[in-house]
């Protein structure tokens, strides 16, 4: 690599040792992602490479510097994060949560996860960022041009999926349901390029129902609150994966809304398919809670009492 026109940018050294990474591994992810050379000769970063290269990787420098000087973790899902972020034109992604990236081991090891296989199983209690980790992964490989869609399908349990007998189009009945996707979508995306990208078709929500008898190509598939679909459904879903499609499950499987618990399509899906070639499973714990402290607290004390009634 040529070393070409170089520059300097001054960090404290817990940043330095962060873009560092163990081992030099999280340099050598920049130097690829931009194609520059990144050397730590002691109070910042020397960057080495052309001017456009040297910006991008600056800017996913100073993204992880952000993290450190809030005194998170750094992983290589950061990294990549940073990366994807800059190779978007989006810079990072901004909202009311800050910027998106892994704040717990188990939100990173989730991340690589959706980054290294094409169906990932994501299993935990509330608050762990299992659907907006999901959709922010999704809303990247959208943005990059990696996927020509982002749909999400969801359980609409309390309607039993019978919409009728709500007001207005399909899309008023069904948004009720979904407020919680749309909610992480407006925080990764912003609501102005959201709206763009739903009236163009690329960004769908729907209900699991209305995936049947469609082949789901280029695209990525989050089915959300995947413990309120049945055995059933859930085959029919993953079965939807069309060329160049990856998909993530989410869901609880504590947490079941059907009326016959066993018929639930999530642990029975992760039963029979963890270790598949090409699968991956992410299973948070209450230690990945990034809610107010006080959820995990509340979680522990129902899981306390559920532990109590033997259930």
């Known amino acids: ?48 490479g052309e001017a456009k290269a040297r910006r991008g990787a600056k800017q996913a420098i100073e993204t992880l510097a952000l993290r450190v000087a809030s005194r998170l973790e750094i992983t290589p899902a950061d990294v990549r994060v940073a990366i994807d972020q800059v190779r978007s034109g989006h810079g990072p992604a901004e909202g009311r949560r800050g910027a ?19 169906l990932v199983f994501g299993l935990g209690p509330a608050g762990t960022g299992k659907t907006f980790l999901a959709v922010a992964h999704g809303a990247s490989l959208l943005r990059s041009g990696q996927v020509e869609r982002l749909i999400v ?24 349901y979904m407020a919680p996707v749309w909610e992480a979508m407006t925080d990764i995306l912003g609501a102005e390029s959201l709206r763009k990208r739903r009236e163009r078709g690329e960004i769908e929500v729907a209900p699991i129902a209305f995936m049947r008898g469609r ?35 989410t869901g609880d499987p504590t947490q079941i809304d059907l009326l016959n618990t066993r018929d639930s399509g999530l642990a029975h899906a992760v ?27 509340i979680v522990q004390a129902y899981d306390a009492d559920a532990a109590r009634r033997g259930r």
């Open 153 to 176: 399908a969801r359980p609409a349990v309390e309607a039993g999926e019978r919409l009728g007998f709500l007001p207005g189009d399909l899309t008023e009945k069904v948004d009720p």
């Open 100 to 118: 998106v990236g892994a704040k717990t081991a188990g939100q990173a090891r989730y991340l690589e996860a959706l980054e290294g296989h094409d």
């Open 1 to 48: 690599m040529s070393r070409g026109p170089s520059e300097f940018l001054p960090l404290a050294d817990d940043a330095v040792r962060a873009v560092a990474g163990p081992g030099g591994r999280h340099a050598a992810l920049i130097e690829d992602a931009f194609h520059v050379l990144v050397e730590t000769p002691g109070g910042g970063v020397a960057l080495n």
């Open 215 to 249: 082949t789901l190509g280029h695209a990525f598939v989050i089915v959300d609150e995947a413990q309120n679909a049945s055995r059933l459904q859930m085959k029919m879903v993953l079965t939807r994966l069309g060329e160049g499609s990856r998909m993530a499950v």
């Open 271 to 297: 039963a029979i398919l963890e270790g598949v070639e090409g699968v991956a499973v992410s299973r948070f714990t209450n230690a990945d809670i990034v809610r107010h402290p006080l959820v995990g607290r």
